[in-house]
């Protein structure tokens, strides 16, 4: 997004002079704890453990058990202050004190006060807001002697303690069957701060409580209606950022446009009703602004380059002259159905995206001499076409008699008014520290999930609002529009999760501005498909309401604050895409007014949507304890990241093991629920991992302890991508059974940190085993095993996420551990969208096994073929009738032989290597797609006599060792858990 600024009248003589944007990272600033004890450089953005770590007082906050060594930091109060006098001195000089300053921060964290040249300026308390504080004059009358910025922070622990030692908070009571509110390490605060939830910690990250001015910030001069050519271009040796549009704020001479939002959607859509697809499109531009000066005729032309549209001008009220508070102007342009192309993500369609242009014409100013001198600012905005609708009403007679629809409501999305199958993951924030996040890793992740088959990233609402566009809005990275670019839809929500929250006046306001701010901000990005009002809070709340003495109150609260406020705000700011209440819901019982279901419904009939985790091993792979729902927005298994990632944090050679003291201490499953480390629930969390391991995979157990620690770490991958894969499997058929499942995202994609979790992408940005599998069971048309033991029955389908029917060809073929073909079939099935086919269906083992075979001895590969949009689409899954535990597993003596451009060609010269997986070196990132398929593979079984090609795709921006030796890359199987 840019403005450029251009005077309307081409004889003009004068170059046009911008207001000045003094980037407050240029000044020198110093951190301060409570007492002066440390005083040291600091930045901005930043928090205080980074400078704390610049300076050399901390080690890396990552790395051994920092997480705890390191909490004296959350309990001081940290100041940031720095002078202004260069500033002043600078002031001074260009422009008389009839100039108009403001003090714009796109983020603190969190609780601060803030003085300006020794005035006081303002206390805040919201991380996810933008601040902006007219201080015109301050800077020419510093009082006293303090000619500083300072932002004093409290401690947000403390402040936290405070608030609710108040006697007028109110208290959230637990018994024995409702927690109102999961404490995970540093407890019991949370809810009363408006500040990233994981901060506090998480069960599967450490709780830093970082504090700082976590994204820039600047000061804004603007000239006065009086003095309008004012103030002049800056000086050369002031340091401002680059020219508009790279970075800063966008600003004219008088004026400040503090946001812009567009939300495009069909004349008469609101969000209650599928839109009108033939409807004309109406861009709704809405513009929050400051002024110092009074326009009187303000106008806006929009146009489509691209399309040769342009919009007349379009007439706004007049702006008044007001700078401390913002003045919001709307207009509406309303443009043909089908002038554009839509935006679709990129597994359904091409993610296209258009620049819009929007002139404004500001004209009218009652104090400039020549009233006829109008200026213009123009500002390019990317944005795309798209519907996007939630169904949540019941389905029809028609639906249940006809398509076998179990009974109850929809519960799915469906894009430019076709359902589609949302495949995805979830994803939390990419580091403990907001300000140190690296765009290119960030967008990394999002690449992996859009090479991986994904379509659907559901914004966790216990993390971070994510930021639009690292040119505007101060954010530091660009995630929606690397969503909107990737095409990769984003489900985003409220950062509200895993607690009941207070309701009073002074919070509910708080929150309002912050809602506000990121719905109008995020409106302009195609990938958003929903706002929801946090995370996990209904069931929360459920569980209160039966189970609490006054458990009503609570379900009153909860109802006025995500049914009825939240949910109001939300509709007020767009019309694009619909507000639900949470995460993980019942559903509503009308959608005008939103009424939400909760408990009432008819037994058998199907709401909502739905979650699994279940970490009893012996149910991993029981289909009847899936889930049979509309869409499951959250399932996983955890599992340990690669040895390459604990050698990035762990310091001594003892503490590679499953059960040194340090891995146990990054494993926070189930959370301590308070300071107790290492965390005392850390065994059990351990052992789900380590039994589902022995359960289903040969325990690791070699003679060489790290290789048996690099086993169990891959060996817990490969016990959490099996189970996904099934899980998976199980909700994709379910699109063409009663449930109409059309969700599925796998908890979670990105890891925090290097520790246990249930992530499919490690810190560094290295794809796990499970990331492989996504890409395997997330392929348009998937073919899968389904195995009910109860009564011997294995069926065999192929489904497809495809809006024509797909004609597939589906082989079968029976394996023994050496490689030897027992038998082989193949099938020509024809997939109805969006359903499943039937491959083969066989009841009693012995009739299913190959004449006379052992379930250990043999394995069963399944393979689909299938022609996609005139692309050839592959994928292979295996059956495995007894656990690979009990397997007569031969060795598979792989070799593996490198060529040019880090390919590799893996061969097994024994028997068969399942899960065969080739590792890349420390510091790089990447993934190895498989020549034949063009697909990521890796994790597969290796047949004797069916090489495999890889070739490593790396990712030159993210990788510290950009020229790895082919040497270094190594192999395994499950053969090397118990082979050195
Ligand atoms: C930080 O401020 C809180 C008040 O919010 C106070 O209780 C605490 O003692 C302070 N910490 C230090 C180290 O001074
Ligand atoms: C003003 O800021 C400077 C660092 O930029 C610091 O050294 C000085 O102590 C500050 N003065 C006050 C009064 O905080
Ligand atoms: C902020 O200012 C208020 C009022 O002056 C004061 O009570 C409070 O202690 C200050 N907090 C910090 C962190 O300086």
């Known amino acids: 997004m840019t403005w450029l600024r251009t005077t309307l009248l081409a004889f003009s003589l004068s170059a046009p002079a911008l207001g000045q944007v003094f980037d407050l990272s240029q000044l020198s600033w110093t951190l301060k704890n409570q007492n002066g004890s440390i005083a040291i450089p600091g930045s901005l953005p930043s928090q205080a453990h980074l400078d704390l770590l610049k300076a050399g007082i901390i080690t890396e906050p990552l790395l051994g058990i920092n997480d705890y060594t390191q909490r004296w930091i959350i309990y001081d109060n940290w100041t940031y202050t720095a002078d202004l006098s260069s500033v002043i001195n600078g002031q001074s000089t260009n422009s008389g004190s009839s100039d108009t300053t403001l003090l714009v921060f796109y983020g603190i964290d969190t609780v601060a006060n803030i003085t300006f040249a020794g005035h006081p300026v303002a206390w805040v308390d919201n991380q996810f807001k933008r601040y902006v504080f007219d201080v015109s004059g301050y800077l020419e009358s510093p009082a006293g002697d303090d000619k500083n ?57 450490p709780a830093f409580v970082p504090t700082g001015v976590h994204k820039p910030a600047y000061l804004v001069t603007l000239a006065n209606a009086s003095n309008p050519t004012s103030p002049s271009t800056p000086t050369p040796e002031q340091p401002f950022p680059s020219t508009p549009g790279t970075g800063s704020p966008y600003i004219g001479e008088t004026i400040f446009l503090d ?72 207009v509406n342009w309303t443009i043909p159905d089908a002038k554009p192309e839509r935006w679709y993500p990129a597994d359904l369609g091409t993610p296209k995206l258009y620049n819009l242009t929007v002139t404004f014409t ?44 179990t009974p109850g409501d929809q519960w799915h999305f469906a894009i430019n008014g076709q359902p589609f199958y949302a495949k995805g993951t979830n994803i939390i924030p990419f580091d403990p520290f907001y300000s140190r996040i690296s765009p290119a890793k960030a967008r990394w992740v999002l690449e992996s999930a859009v090479a991986s088959g994904q379509n659907m990233l559901r914004v966790w609402g216990g993390g971070a609002y994510q930021p639009s566009d690292a040119q505007t809005d101060g954010g530091v990275y660009d995630f929606y529009s690397a969503c909107d670019e990737l095409g990769i839809l984003a489900w985003s929500e409220l950062i509200f999760s895993d607690t009941l929250y207070p309701i009073n006046d002074w919070y509910l306001e708080n929150v309002e501005g912050e809602v506000r701010q990121n719905v109008r901000r995020v409106n302009r990005h195609p990938s958003n498909v929903q706002w929801a009002g946090g995370n996990e809070i209904e069931g929360i709340v459920m569980q209160a309401n039966t189970s609490l003495a006054n458990g009503t109150h609570y379900l009153d609260e909860f109802v006025a604050l995500f049914q009825d406020y939240l949910h109001d705000i939300v509709v007020s700011e767009t019309k694009s895409v619909p507000y639900t209440d949470c995460s ?91 300071l107790s480390f290492p965390n005392p629930n850390a065994p059990q969390g351990q052992y789900q991992m380590s039994s589902a391991v022995e359960l289903w995979l040969p325990t690791p157990n070699t003679s060489d302890s790290n290789q048996t620690f690099a086993q169990w770490c891959y060996s817990t991958q490969v016990f959490q991508s099996m189970n996904m894969i099934a899980e998976i499997a199980w909700y994709r058929r379910g699109a063409g059974l009663g449930e109409n499942n059309l969700g599925s995202l796998v908890w979670q994609l990105n890891d925090i940190w290097q520790g246990v979790s249930w992530s499919a992408i490690e810190y560094s940005g290295r794809w796990k085993v499970l990331n492989y599998g996504l890409a395997g069971v997330y392929a348009p048309v998937i073919v899968s095993p389904f195995w009910f033991p109860e009564n011997e029955t294995l069926t065999v389908l192929a489904t497809s996420d495809r809006w024509e029917s797909v004609n597939a ?79 007569k597993l031969v060795d598979p003596q792989i070799s593996m032989t490198s060529s040019s451009n880090l390919t590799f060609t893996l061969s097994a010269k024994g028997g068969v290597a399942p899960w065969t997986w080739i590792d890349h070196p420390a510091g790089t990132v990447g993934y190895f797609v498989d020549a034949a398929t063009e697909r990521p593979s890796n994790g ?20 510290s060792n950009s020229i790895p030796e082919p040497s270094d890359f190594v192999v395994r199987s499950l053969w090397n858990n118990t082979h050195a």
């Open 149 to 205: 910025l300072t932002i004093a922070l409290e401690s947000a622990w403390y402040y936290g303690l405070n608030v609710t030692s108040r006697p007028d908070a109110e208290y959230f009571p637990n018994n024995a069957n409702a927690t109102t509110s999961d404490d995970y390490e540093v407890p019991s605060v949370r809810q009363w701060i408006r500040k990233i939830d994981d901060d506090f910690g998480w069960d599967w990250g």
């Open 259 to 330: 946001e812009t939002s567009v939300d495009i959607y069909k004349v008469g859509q609101n969000g209650t009703a599928p839109p009108d697809e033939s409807a004309d499109w109406v861009l709704n531009v809405t513009f929050g602004l400051r002024s110092t000066t009074a326009y009187q005729n303000p106008t806006v032309t929009l146009s489509l380059p691209e399309l040769e549209l342009t919009s007349q001008p379009l007439d706004l009220d007049a702006i008044p002259a007001q700078v401390g508070d913002v003045t919001y102007r709307s």
């Open 362 to 405: 500001l004209s009218g100013s009652s104090s400039s001499s020549s009233s006829d001198n109008a200026t213009t600012l123009t500002q390019t905005i990317r944005t795309g076409f798209r519907t996007i609708f939630l169904a949540q009403t019941a389905y029809s007679d028609t639906d249940i008699a006809q398509r076998g629809i």
């Open 584 to 674: 993980t819901t019942h559903g509503v019982l009308s959608l005008d007014p939103y009424v939400l279901r909760f408990a009432n419904g008819t037994e058998g009939y199907i709401y909502g949507n739905s979650e699994r985790y279940n970490y009893d091993p012996t149910q991993a792979f029981n289909l009847s304890t899936y889930p049979v729902s509309r869409f499951v927005n959250e399932f996983g298994f955890h599992s340990l990241p690669s040895f390459y990632s604990w050698e990035e944090v762990l310091e001594s050679p003892d503490d590679f093991s499953l059960n040194s003291t340090v891995v146990m201490s990054r494993d926070h499953h189930p959370p301590a629920g308070n």
């Open 809 to 887: 060809s589906a082989q079968m073929t029976w394996y023994d551990w050496s490689g030897k073909v027992l038998n082989s079939t193949t099938r020509s099935v024809e997939i109805p969208s969006l359903n499943n086919s039937l491959v083969f269906e066989g009841t009693g083992l012995s009739s299913i096994l190959p004449q006379g075979a052992n379930a250990s001895d043999v394995w069963l590969l399944l393979n689909v073929t299938a022609t996609v949009d005139n692309k050839t689409v592959t994928n292979e899954q295996y059956f495995t009738p007894a656990s690979l535990a009990d397997a």
């Open 940 to 959: 597969f079984y290796l047949i004797p006599g069916l090489d495999r090609t890889l070739q490593f795709m790396m990712s030159k921006e993210t990788s």
